[in-house]
């Protein structure tokens, strides 16, 4: 291989490694913030509201680092709150937490068919539902819904 050859060729490397590595720092981002709009969403069925205290509590996190997300959540419109007020979905963040249920059933309905023991699913569905691509997705709930 000559010179000019190798420098393409690690050229094309840098630019697939950039690009994977952008995806996973997208993914882990959404993936926070599907995880706060899910636990808000939890929290507001089960009680009424969802307050920073809760939400902390749930994820074992600080008031701090609650009250971060919770910012950019807003930032985002995913949220609304005032100080020192429960925090709500907006219509678009209701939208986001339903769609990351579906897909955490879809994943857990996949490794349970394949004979995952259901803790281990559970766990291993949290993980997944985040970092999964739609076509993976489909071809997981097609799976599932011919050998459920």
């Not at 050229?11 to 636990?39: C, G, P, Q, T, W």
């Not at 959540?73 to 925090?87: A, C, E, F, M, W």
């Not at 963040?93 to 579906?102: E, F, L, Q, S």
């Not at 897909?103 to 970092?131: K, N, Y």
Request: aromatic share 4%; proline share 3%.
């Amino acid at each position: 291989m000559s010179k000019s050859e190798t420098k393409t060729s690690s050229a094309k490397n840098s630019v697939v490694a950039k690009a994977r590595f952008a995806r996973i720092r997208n993914d882990h981002a959404k993936e926070l913030a599907e995880d706060y709009l899910e636990m808000i969403d939890d929290l507001t069925s089960a009680n009424g509201e969802a307050r920073a205290v809760d939400i902390a509590a749930q994820l074992g996190v600080s008031h701090v680092t609650v009250t971060k997300a919770v910012a950019r959540l807003k930032r985002d419109g995913l949220v609304t709150s005032q100080p020192y007020r429960s925090i709500f979905l907006t219509p678009k963040g209701k939208r986001i937490a339903d769609n990351a249920r579906r897909r955490h059933q879809t994943v857990l309905q996949f490794l349970l068919a394949l004979g995952v023991p259901a803790d281990s699913a559970e766990i291993d569905a949290e993980g997944i539902e985040h970092h999964i691509s739609p076509a993976t997705l489909k071809a997981m709930r097609d799976f599932t819904e011919e050998n459920g």
